[in-house]
């Protein structure tokens, strides 16, 4: 019977809804777009996991193990060398291959291999190559286009990836750059990384704040167009229905607009996905087919947002009374009350606690104790903000007349603004919170790396073997370089290199002419044909005993993992004595120095080359033309651009993650607010006539409708400001890290906010002078 | 025909169309200072496109409109906007009081658009809503009063900024006798005691009979009944 | 209501039998109260004798009633001054007013005009009365309320008339 009846007045709330006329569909339409756009969001981060795992194994599966044990020449074997290079601040992956037989493993995506001088490139790249913006890329990469990488051999629809068909790579192999491989992918199946408990701690917070603000948001969706569906009630009352059955029609009307909503949000979700395949966001791109939800968690998705919608409505239409004569909020509610609001909060913080201080090293978190409080404490800034809107918005004086239309509208109605900017507020929090969280973790995931930037910005490592001058002169007339210093270098040791090296004494030689010299060593004077040996350096030891006039030395000739010839070098008599000083790399090690002249040849064919670049910033694309100046020299040598630090990548990725959402959070958010407010402005279209009538200026109102806005977002970002501060603080005393605030990203996520605020006022702009034109005061 | 000397403001030949639906079609008229003059004809004649445009409101299509000597039509819309805060008060049947502001606050909001502050606006208003008998409501929200009160109050921000040019717009709609009869009564009594002329849009006789004289709109044409007999 | 004026207008369309006026005014405005046949014939010879209408001619038979009258131009001068003056604001005068609507009608004059210069006249008492109500006692006020009123409804009965002139325009021309 009850649920009989349940039916029945959910049926006919619906029927109401798609019947409601030309204004019963606008609302239901807003109603399912902004369900609709939650759906959406929800749905891909169902997806999430998916599209993230099938990148993983895509990237495992086209792995080139270049690190694994010799192998002889084989009908089965492919000699492949990484060559990857970053074009403008991408990355693009190059490999050379080189196929030793007829049946060479193939990589992924490919059907051959291209001949030496061609290469098959992704689609992406293809499309940067033929663009003019490619015009400095195309320089460096000689090759002919002959085809285009697959699906399966890429991992984002954006990658720039080629394999270009090289000749007689097997003399580079080396062990890391090059190798000669029977297959693709990992060798032996990875033990799944030991996941650090603070990056699920973080990885969890990030999907809780992320969905909080889509749940709060679909909660505003579905109370769209109140105050019409109020009088379409309050006459149901009149014809005889009894206020339960209202409650539940109007929860039926709830229930149509997020049904509608599923649909949008799955076409939504759908085009999303098409659009996914074309963009790239912060370096990160999928292919469509990866963003395939996970059915149970979509299941849940079908199932809870159309339930939300009857219980939030129910819910809403708590406090307000549905007489036949119209719809009474209990007339002044009463005042909102602080000590339950604040239990949320304090909840969150007593969940937490028993958790501070146990950092890394102790083990997990336990999940639902993190999830339950920090759930707490965003809930708590949707409980507390309805409670301080009222009473900062009581407490405010007067001002201009927009000042005063504001603020005395937000008097009447502060619940209502406090439901906008709810969602606001909490994505700020959490965000503010995972920031500081970031920032705190930061040093420990980042690595200083030493490289002093003021002396060189970019490091060419040459292929062994390759004469250094010529290479140093190209680089130096290379456009934008101001300076490249040349250092090839090898290593020594006292017994030779194919015995057993535990025992072994060893020290380096750095070649190079006297001004490149002086970068790693103050020499008292230099000719070429010195020889030095440079002391007061990291193992100065080991190079003490080395250095003796007449001494037989061993050089390191062994290419990786492949025996070398025996090279020795026999310490002369004229050595000189310098001291060592740290290099433009950042490490001061002793070692013998040695000037071109006083090379062997033999000695000269296994140094490796480095070059220490230092541009002119000012030239723009100066690190493309060193990259292009790299290519010709070696397409094996390898330039990079220096930075004081590197960030561990996993954490970058996080971090990613967190600005993606919060950027797709903040958007939604946004839409929600401007459609609450373009309704509200419609609902007053008469009175912003008459306004107009006696003579209001139209700034007047724009301002008043800004302030409207603004006032709210201005607390909700106050409060989430203090949340977020002692969120953020709790998680870093959970990790055990010290506690400092990131203000710079304080400000950017406020300044986001404000700009929400900004984008609302002036997208409701047109619409406000659409209705401020006369016609509204036409009543005929 | 040229506007009747002495008139404050005139309209000639007034054309107005919202897209197929013509509003107007060849309208005249003109009011003097301190008169009370009542535009009457059937829903839909035309009659409040005629006051929006004599207000200044929306623009007509073609035709001249006169105030004091300077022709509305070739005015932008700020200056427009200037005009109706300085020089016109508004009095509508409905929506017209902003429901979050009191009643005071409602008067005193057209000084507040002429620049005026807070305090001296409110009292300035406070001393008309005694004139109109309603300063006992300077508290209350425009929900909280009645229809009489509220139109009494809107009355008196019509008049607060002592126009010259007070357009009502069905004034007494919303109202029963008694109290349409008292809202007239004060509105005409104020505006003739500043001199300021009333443009009275009305479908009601006996709203009508507090006018000086009456133009009658049909069709969106105007007919004079004084100049007729 | 002036039966002279009505039987000059329905004169104006063409020259009837005196027997033919009687029936018309009869079926138009009659209603319940049909003219007498010496009423006609008296009227007409006052109009006769104004040099309002001429004897068109006379049937064969004799007698006054085979008599033809026309209508003269000093006849329609005098239906076109009638129409255009406003009746006096009295209570229960449709049926003058209603005469002078249909009249119109059927001698293809502006009936909306006479509607409006009635409602100008109408106006001018409420407006007489309406001020003597403003500075008068409550007694007077109530005198003048019931005046206002029942003139208030003429003119309600004006705007309804008003609004209903193209189809009256057709049920008059059948």
Known sequence: MKVRQWSRDLGLGMRFAWSGGREGWVRMLLTAVGVGLGVALLLLTTALPNALSVRHQRDEARLDYTYGPSRPKAANTLVISDVNTSYRGKDVRGRLVEPEGPRAPMAPGLDRYPAPGDMVVSPALKELLDSADGRLLRERLPYRVVGTIGEEGLIGSRELAYYAGAKDLAPRINGWQTARIAEFGRPQPAQSDTADPVLILLVLIVFVVLLMPVAVFIAAAVRFGGERRDRRLAALRLVGSDSRMTRRIAAGEAFAGSLLGLAFGTVFFLIGRQVAGSVEILGISVFPSYLDPTPALAALVAVAVPAAAVLVTLFALRGVVIEPLGVVRTARPARRRLWWRLLLPLGGLALLSPMLGQGRSNGSFNEYLVIGGVLLLLVGVTALLPWAVEAAVARLGAGSVSWQLAIRRLQLSSGSAARMVNGIAVAVAGAIALQMVFAGVESDYTKATGDDVTRAQMQVQLPRGLALRPAAEKFAETEGVRKAVALGSASLGDRSWKEDQSTSVTTSVTVGDCASLREVARLASCRDGDVFVARGGDFDQDAAKLAEPGRTLYLDATYGVDQGPEITWTVPKGLQRARAITSPNGSRTSGFLMTPSAVPPEVAKVLSGTVFVSVRDSVPDVHEYVRNTTAKVSPLADAQVWSATESSKKFTSIRTGLFVGAVCVLALIGASLLVSQLEQLRERRKLLSSLVAFGTRRRTLGLSVLWQTAVPIALGLLLALAVGLTLGAVLLKMTATAVSVDWASVLALTGAGAAVVVAVTLLSLPPLARLMRADGLRTE | MTAPPGSLLAAENLHKSYGPTVALDGAEFSIHPGEVVAVMGPSGSGKSTLLHCLAGIVPPDSGSITYAGRELAGMSDAERSALRRSEFGFVFQFGQLVPELTCVENVALPLRLNGRPRKQAERAALTWMERLEVDDLKDKRPGEVSGGQGQRVAVARALVTGPRVVFADEPTGALDSLNGERVMELLTDAARSTNAAVVLVTHEARVAAYSDREIVVRDGRSRDMERAI | ?174
């Open chain 3, 1 to 174: 209501m002036s039966i002279g004026h009505t039987l000059l207008g329905l004169l104006e369309s063409g020259p009837r039998h005196g027997y033919d006026l009687k029936r018309a005014f009869d079926e138009k405005f009659g209603h319940d109260r049909p003219l007498h046949y010496g009423q006609v014939y008296s009227t007409m010879s006052r109009l006769l004798k104004h040099g309002l209408v001429e004897v068109d001619g006379i049937e064969a038979g004799g007698g006054p009633e085979r008599k033809r009258y026309a209508i003269t131009d000093a006849g329609i001068t005098d239906v076109e001054r009638w129409l255009a003056t406003p009746e006096k604001p009295e209570e229960y005068l449709q049926s003058t007013l209603y005469t002078k609507v249909v009249l119109a009608l059927l001698t293809h004059r502006d009936a909306a005009d006479i509607l409006d210069v009635q409602r100008a006249e109408h106006l001018r008492s409420m407006r007489i009365l309406t001020d003597r109500k403003r500075k008068g006692d409550l007694a007077d006020q109530l005198i003048c309320d019931h005046a206002l009123f029942h003139l208030e409804a003429d003119l309600r009965w004006l705007e309804l008339t008003a609004a209903r002139l193209d189809k009256l325009r057709e049920a008059v021309a059948r």
